[in-house]
Structures are given as C-alpha cells and as structure tokens.
C-alpha cells in the first residue's frame, strides 16, 4: 500500500473506536483514575487482539479452520460449530481478560456501571488492532468494517461489562461474571454464524444488534445506588 493508504488505515482503524469511547465514557459514572484505567483497558484490549490472532494462526493444522485461512469454502454445520465454540468465546475471553488487567485486582472500581465502561474500552482496543490486521491483510482500506467491528465488538462485550459491574456491586461473586462472559460469546458466535451464512446480506444480523444496543444504552447509565 501507499503511505496515503498506510495513513488512511490507521485513521480509519484507530478513529471509531476513540470516537465510541469517548462517547461511552461521556454516559458513564466518573471514577478516579477513570483515564488511566480506561487507557490501559484499550491497550490491554490491542494486546489481548495480538494474542487471538496467534490462537487462530495456531489452528492452521485444524482441517475445518484451514481452508477459511487460504479463502476456500468451508462446510456450513463444521463452520458453525467452529465460530460458535472457538472463534467467539476466544475473542471474548481476551476482552475480558484486558478489562480486568485495568482492574488490577480492584474490582470495587466495576461498581454502578464502571465495568462495562472497563469492557467497552478493552472492545475497542482489540477492535482496532482486528481492523488494522484485516486490512492490511486484504491491502486497502474499509471505511465499512472501520463502523461496524468497533460498534459490534462493544455490544458483545456490554454483557461481560454488566457481569463484571453486577459482581462488583454484589460483594465480588463470580457467578455474575462467568455469565456475562457466556452470554457475550454465544451472542459474538451467533453474529458469526449469521455473516457466514447471510454473506452479502447483512441485514440479517440487525435484530441481534438492535437488541443488543438497547441492552447497552440502558445499562451504560445505570440507576445511582445509594450506599449508607
């Protein structure tokens, strides 16, 4: 690519993911040493990308994963099965693994809301780092995939968010978590499994959006809990 092309794809990579962090950040509750940890979330988010992509490389041996890695077709039902039990609890797992890097062990600072702002920032990051190695794997630009994998990417992982939130303001139990994380890679592989078999029609994944964005909006801005 040309160094206007290289430029592009950086904007294109790093600008939607601050944009959408800036506006999650500006509906969530204020914490101190908020840009710190909402920082090291998004870089945790970039590193924990960098580590699902040496899983996926490493599945090249794998007979259902390799033809997808040289652009081949793949069988639907192995496809399936793949995407919902490897290729989206992954992802999802080295999102929640970031957000809690930013926690460092502090998990009272996931109350009334704050981890999700955590999960959204760790999203973005490993978003950012997915669009950049995409593109310059295809060589070009995608202003498309520059919109829509951030926003999706948040979405997913606003149910881990809630966990992480839920477990905080219940005294710290795990449940809460593990069920988030669930729910955000059954949700991630469905997403999957709907591109794979829609192709061109993208459409088809928009109630799954839909839904999931209503569920973001109302919990970014959780209810104020009194404390005595």
């Not at 092309?5 to 040493?33: Q, T």
């Not at 490897?86 to 890097?101: F, N, Q, R, S, Y």
């Not at 520059?146 to 303001?169: C, E, K, Q």
């Not at 061109?200 to 799954?208: E, K, S, V």
């Amino acid at each position: 690519m040309s160094l206007e092309d290289d430029a592009l794809v950086f904007l294109l990579c790093a600008g939607p993911p601050i944009l959408l962090l800036a506006f999650v950040c500006s509906e969530a509750p204020r914490r101190h040493g908020q840009i710190w940890h909402v920082s090291l979330s998004f870089l945790s988010g970039v590193t924990g990308a960098a580590a699902a992509f040496f899983v996926f490389e490493a599945l090249g041996h794998v007979a259902v994963y390799r033809p997808l890695l040289h652009g081949q077709q793949v069988a639907e039902p192995a496809m399936t099965v793949f995407l919902l039990a490897v290729v989206g609890p992954t992802e999802e797992v080295m999102k929640l693994a970031a957000a809690m890097v930013a926690l460092r062990g502090n998990h009272t600072l996931a109350r009334d809301g704050f981890g999700m702002v955590l999960m959204a920032a760790a999203s973005l990051g490993f978003a950012a780092a997915e669009n950049w190695y995409a593109m310059y794997a295809t060589g070009g630009p995608d202003p498309g995939r520059a919109i829509l994998v951030p926003f999706v990417h948040m979405l997913f992982s606003s149910l881990s968010g809630f966990g992480l939130t839920s477990s905080a303001d219940m005294g710290g139990r795990s449940g809460p978590v593990y069920l988030g994380l669930a729910l955000a890679s059954l949700y991630h592989g469905l997403y999957d499994v709907l591109e794979f078999w829609g192709g061109a029609w993208h459409w088809a994944t928009m109630p799954l959006v839909v839904l999931l964005w209503l569920f973001f909006t109302r919990n970014v801005r959780p209810k104020v809990v009194r404390r005595s």
